[in-house]
T-cell receptor, first 115, second 110 residues
Framework: NAGVTQTPKFQVLKTGQSMTLQCAQDMNHNSMYWYRQDPGMGLRLIYYSASEGTTDKGEVPNGYNVSRLNKREFSLRLESAAPSQTSVYFC??????????????FGNGTRLTVT | QKEVEQDPGPLSVPEGAIVSLNCTYSNSAFQYFMWYRQYSRKGPELLMYTYSSGNKEDGRFTAQVDKSSKYISLFIRDSQPSDSATYLCAMSETGNKLVFGAGTILRVKS
């Protein structure tokens, strides 16, 4: 009953370092999403993948890249981390895309600090 | 101006109280409206959803949408300490590309 699994749970980076956040879902969902959550800002969409093989930019894509490795896995890469990327990152998945009765299932987040 | 506005709270109420949580929005094309609940150090989980205007009830929870006023509400009856969490409103034009409010922190005191 894992649902959406994110690794790592915590990470501290220095400015300019790179890293990849991993996400995997075991619900056979088609669409996957990366959000960041900042105090007072709510959740903002970084990138999403409506289906295996496709990715699209969300509201705040600058400084990030994504890879939909297969149906289960969707990774988020920071090529050169900046302090402004300090945030909590959430991965989510959903059965469909564009259907109101296809709710997002979230992981428990990766807490990233960039110094 | 943010597309979705939500009072961040915190909102502190005694156990058993009726809680009202609200969001306003500016995009008249929104037609799917959701409420997510987020416990500390956890990811959000879907609590309620409605399509277009109207009310929806599920146990102690009632969601209301007033598209003419661009205003949505979540009511919690007989609030419990276990309801203490952050409540996020979310909405979209087409389904899963959601725009979230900043979240309201709710504390229910026993």
């Amino acid at each position: 009953n894992a649902g959406v699994t994110q690794t790592p749970k915590f990470q501290v980076l220095k400015t300019g370092q790179s890293m990849t956040l991993q996400c995997a879902q075991d619900m056979n969902h088609n669409s996957m999403y990366w959000y960041r959550q900042d105090p007072g800002m709510g959740l903002r969409l970084i990138y999403y993948s409506a289906s295996e093989g496709t990715t699209d930019k969300g509201e705040v894509p600058n400084g990030y890249n994504v890879s939909r490795l297969n149906k289960r896995e969707f990774s988020l890469r920071l090529e050169s981390a900046a302090p402004s990327q300090t945030s909590v990152y959430f991965c989510a998945s959903a059965q469909g895309e564009g259907r109101y009765n296809s709710p997002l299932h979230f992981g428990n987040g990766t807490r990233l600090t960039v110094t | 101006q943010k597309e979705v506005e939500q009072d961040p709270g915190p909102l502190s109420v005694p156990e058993g109280a009726i809680v009202s949580l609200n969001c306003t929005y500016s995009n008249s094309a929104f037609q799917y409206f959701m409420w997510y609940r987020q416990y500390s150090r956890k990811g959000p989980e879907l609590l309620m959803y409605t399509y277009s205007s109207g009310n929806k009830e599920d146990g102690r929870f009632t969601a209301q949408v007033d598209k003419s006023s661009k205003y949505i509400s979540l009511f919690i009856r007989d609030s419990q300490p276990s309801d203490s969490a952050t409540y996020l409103c979310a909405m979209s034009e087409t389904g899963n590309k959601l725009v979230f409010g900043a979240g309201t922190i709710l504390r229910v005191k026993s």
